[in-house]
């Protein structure tokens, strides 16, 4: 069996689950985002913020955060969630793990429905954008490469925390201790470069700092995109392939 064979075998039972709860998914993956949008965009009125030497209204500082915030939320909590129910309390995780399929198959393959969950929740936000701020938000290639790879980084850390974790309260410690910090803390509804250095110094080892700044740089299309940043994205992602890795060959899960 092909490699792509195994890919699709191994999130076939995913896919269907999202296809049977499609109406579920698009109201889960807009109220989010439209609460931060009204709360930070509107209700903070924060007036105009300065990126890289150019002064932009808040809301247009902020809607490209949002969509970084929506590939963390869409595809970390489809992964993790989905995998550690299946792992824990179904234990179907452990009858494809008897199944003659390559452990690279299974990431990529449970790392789908993340995927496809984050671009579904990053394009309606960036459409909602566009349509409050057409001059402002724009669709470019960096966008597409950016939107890829962060969904698939946060995919793949739904993994490794879904692997790890071995029961379901330390699924719930671990978002209160390293997701709801980063979405609040990340760039994503201020410029952290107002911060102090050492606290810059923190944020910027957390992916999703990194995947704001590429967003924001992507959308707004007035300076020029960090490719030092995106490739630090890249190495997250390549980290936690091979945690995921090492852990279904060591069967540590």
């Known amino acids: 069996m092909s490699f792509f064979r195994e890919t699709y075998c191994v999130a076939w039972a995913d896919l269907r689950f999202m296809k049977h709860n499609a109406m579920n998914i698009v109201i889960s993956s807009l109220m989010a985002p439209i609460l931060y949008l009204l709360a930070f965009g509107y209700g903070l009125n924060a007036g105009d913020v300065e990126i890289e030497g150019h002064m932009v209204p808040y809301l247009d500082f902020v809607i490209p955060g949002i969509i970084a915030l929506s590939s963390l939320n869409g595809s970390y909590g489809s992964t993790a969630t989905r995998m550690n129910v299946q792992r824990l309390y179904y234990r179907s995780f452990d009858e494809m793990m008897m199944c003659p399929l390559s452990n690279s198959a299974i990431i990529i393959g449970k790392a789908t429905l993340g995927i496809l969950r984050g671009m579904f929740s990053c394009m309606l936000m960036f459409i909602i954008g566009f349509a409050l701020e057409p001059d402002f938000m724009n669709f470019t290639p960096w966008f597409v490469v950016t939107l890829v790879t962060c969904t698939f980084t946060f995919s793949l850390l739904g993994e490794t925390?879904?692997?790890?974790?071995?029961?379901?309260?330390?699924?719930?410690?671990?978002?209160?201790?390293?997701?709801?910090?980063?979405?609040?803390?990340?760039?994503?509804?201020?410029?952290?470069?107002?911060?102090?250095?050492?606290?810059?110094?923190?944020?910027?080892?957390?992916?999703?700092?990194?995947?704001?700044?590429?967003?924001?740089?992507?959308?707004?299309?007035?300076?020029?995109?960090?490719?030092?940043?995106?490739?630090?994205?890249?190495a997250f992602g390549v980290a936690f392939f091979l945690i995921d890795l090492y852990l279904l060959k060591n069967k540590k899960v």
């Open 161 to 234: 925390c879904a692997l790890m974790v071995s029961s379901h309260q330390g699924m719930a410690t671990f978002g209160s201790l390293v997701i709801t910090p980063m979405t609040f803390l990340c760039g994503t509804f201020f410029n952290v470069a107002n911060l102090p250095e050492w606290a810059q110094a923190v944020l910027y080892a957390l992916p999703l700092t990194e995947a704001s700044s590429c967003f924001r740089a992507a959308t707004l299309d007035i300076y020029a995109f960090p490719i030092l940043q995106y490739l630090v994205i890249v």
